[in-house]
């Protein structure tokens, strides 16, 4: 079946432009996460939806980050102002959630660039 | 907080060698913990997971087994080929929130 979905796959932005990233998860995966993963680095958390609600945005580095999934499926972060220290792979990973035994399913990422 | 250190890389072995990476953690719950692997051009793979204390992982002949008395899920694997080289990410998910190791880079020469 399809995987998790990432687009676009390269997005290179100017610095303090506007950018959303898009996720499409697996069907029927409740669970929606966002990880960060810079060069060398293992993938940073972000935030997490159960549903539409985010359930846990601690990650978010600040108010220029956000991110939403208004009928629980597809979700897009949104970032504004982008600084040349957002630069990194944006992770999406979708599972069924509810139980810490389900793993995450990566999507291949969007890699943002910021001049 | 919860955490994963796991050994720097890279590591560079001969094929057939035998493959061990260390994991450990720091959790306030009750974890389950996972191994994922990240080819060349391509994203994160669920390779092997454990739920429970004394519980081994298995996948594609690595291993790795959950021992809680150490805080430990190091990954072993017999006799790796020039296909494993990859990088290999230890994680936990507590709570519903997974946190990842920084990456452990494996080249494996023929």
């Known amino acids: 079946g399809a995987g998790v979905s990432q687009t676009p796959s390269n997005k290179v932005t100017e610095k303090g432009k506007y950018v959303e990233l898009r996720c499409d998860p697996i069907s029927g995966h409740t669970a929606l996460y966002w990880y960060r993963q810079s060069l060398g680095q293992g993938p940073e958390f972000l935030i997490y939806?159960?549903?539409?609600?985010?359930?846990?945005d601690s990650g978010l580095p600040n108010d220029r980050f956000f991110a939403v999934r208004p009928e629980g499926s597809v979700s897009t972060l949104k970032i504004q102002r982008t600084e040349r220290g957002d630069s990194a792979v944006y992770l999406c990973a979708s599972s069924f959630g509810g139980q810490g035994a389900s793993p995450l399913h990566f999507g291949n990422g969007t890699r943002l660039t910021v001049t | 907080g919860d955490s994963v250190t796991q050994m720097e890389g890279p590591v560079t072995l001969s094929e057939e060698a035998f493959l061990t990476i260390n994991c450990t953690y720091t959790?306030?719950?009750?974890?389950?913990l996972f191994w994922y692997v990240q080819y060349p051009g391509e994203g994160l793979q669920l390779l092997l997971k454990?739920?429970?204390?004394?519980d081994k992982g298995s996948n594609k002949g690595f291993e790795a087994t959950y021992r809680k008395e150490t805080t430990s899920f190091h990954l072993e694997k017999g006799s790796v080929q020039v296909s494993d080289s990859a990088v290999y990410f230890c994680?936990?998910?507590?709570?519903?929130?997974?946190?990842f190791g920084s990456g452990t880079k494996l080249n494996v020469k023929p």
């Open positions: 994680a936990l998910n507590d709570f519903n929130k997974f946190y």
């Open positions: 959790a306030t719950g009750y974890p389950s």
């Open positions: 454990a739920t429970k204390a004394d």
């Open positions: 939806f159960q549903g539409t609600g985010a359930a846990d």
